[in-house]
């Protein structure tokens, strides 16, 4: 089934999305906002290119060439790494870090700078994932391939009874999967699917700008440092593989937490292709928020344990879910709608972990 035949019942439940969105749209209003980034954003950005770019620079330089502070410099670029994905990139290709849309596609390409491909990820998160979060066959968030199952309308395997156990070290392999094979399979994918990028991007250019950025990307993070830094070759390889675990592992415990979880719902469409909700109540039901009272954790992670919240309005910049996160969570209650949330991270992160178990050892529905 083509997304495209994917349709949601969006005349149900009208006076619902009408009155979250006036009222969303009144906070701004009253309170003499935008709806896009401010000075804390501002703050925000360099301080994740700093913890990723100060590190490097440091160490290829020569001003840091104690064995111990090289560790540690890698490690910081592991978190920079995830910051910058997180906080940064993420906002710029929902174009919601800026109302310039020039500073938006200019930051959009700092997925480029850590490993990734921005025309990639803009179908697969903005187009797939928002579109249909948590629709088997539709939603690539939700497929790793066979080695783990995320959805119970998903094949189940053998060894999916172990995922619970197993997943975790995988979590971490995930950007160094983007930066050298996935983007490759992933962009042949879209184009035989026939997917646009836009006007004028043609193939032959779409993969050239994946070569180069690729090329740029293991010049700067790999060779250089094989070049300059003062300890063995094998130790630098070692800590670039930690590099990427520490920023895979964080990234992926921060999206999955968000929707497999037992409080989530995983709907598929009929024979026709319908989605027995609309799109909003879709995302409510598929989606759940974290440790909403943790400000500083959600400082680093870009807001994004307010999913439900980053969901329903992925064009609003991640500083302002805490505050509209209350408008979303009472209109909700007020129409007896799920507000999924869970009070802390490491609660979770339990609940993933009892979801992986589950979707580990229960067999896919018969219709």
Not at 323 to 338: C, F, G, H, W
Request: glycine share 6%; net charge positive.
């Amino acid at each position: 089934m083509k997304a495209s035949r994917i349709k949601f019942a969006n005349n149900m439940e009208v006076e619902f999305v009408n009155s979250l969105r006036e009222r969303v749209k009144n906070y701004f209003a009253d309170n003499n906002i935008s709806k896009f980034g401010n000075a804390n954003m501002v703050i925000k950005t360099i301080f994740m290119f700093l913890l990723f770019f100060g590190p490097y620079f440091a160490m290829v330089t020569g001003a840091v060439t104690n064995p111990w502070l090289i560790i540690l410099g890698w490690i910081l670029m592991g978190f920079g790494m995830a910051g910058i994905g997180l906080s940064v990139m993420h906002d710029a290709n929902h174009k919601s870090y800026s109302k310039n849309q020039k500073i938006n596609k200019l930051l959009s390409y700092s997925l480029n700078l850590v490993g990734g491909f921005v025309q990639n990820w803009q179908h697969q998160h903005n187009n797939l994932h928002h579109s249909f979060t948590n629709i088997e066959g539709h939603d690539e968030d939700i497929d790793p391939g066979a080695i783990l199952r995320f959805s119970p309308n998903a094949p189940l395997k053998k060894h999916h009874r172990f995922q619970h156990l197993y997943a975790w070290f995988l979590y971490g392999l995930m950007t160094l999967s983007w930066s050298i094979s996935k983007d490759f399979k992933q962009l042949i994918g879209y184009l035989k699917e026939g997917v646009s990028f836009g006007k004028n991007m043609t193939s032959g250019r779409l993969i050239s700008e994946l070569v180069i950025s690729k090329i740029i990307f293991y010049s700067y993070i790999l060779v250089i440092p094989l070049l300059f830094i003062p300890i063995a070759w094998w130790a630098i390889v070692l800590l670039y593989l930690l590099m990427h675990f520490i920023s895979g592992f964080t990234l992926a415990l921060i999206f999955q937490t968000a929707h497999v979880m037992p409080s989530t719902k995983f709907p598929m469409p009929d024979d026709s292709g319908n989605i027995e909700n609309n799109w909003a109540i879709h995302q409510l039901m598929t989606t759940t928020n974290y440790a909403p009272e943790s400000r500083a954790f959600s400082w680093f992670i870009g807001g994004l344990n307010y999913q439900v919240e980053h969901h329903l309005f992925p064009m609003i910049c991640h500083v302002h879910y805490h505050k509209i996160s209350a408008i979303v969570r009472d209109t909700a209650q007020e129409y007896n709608l799920p507000y999924n949330v869970s009070p802390t991270f490491i609660a979770a992160l339990k609940q993933h972990y009892e979801m992986l178990k589950y979707l580990g050892r229960t067999p896919t529905p018969t219709v």
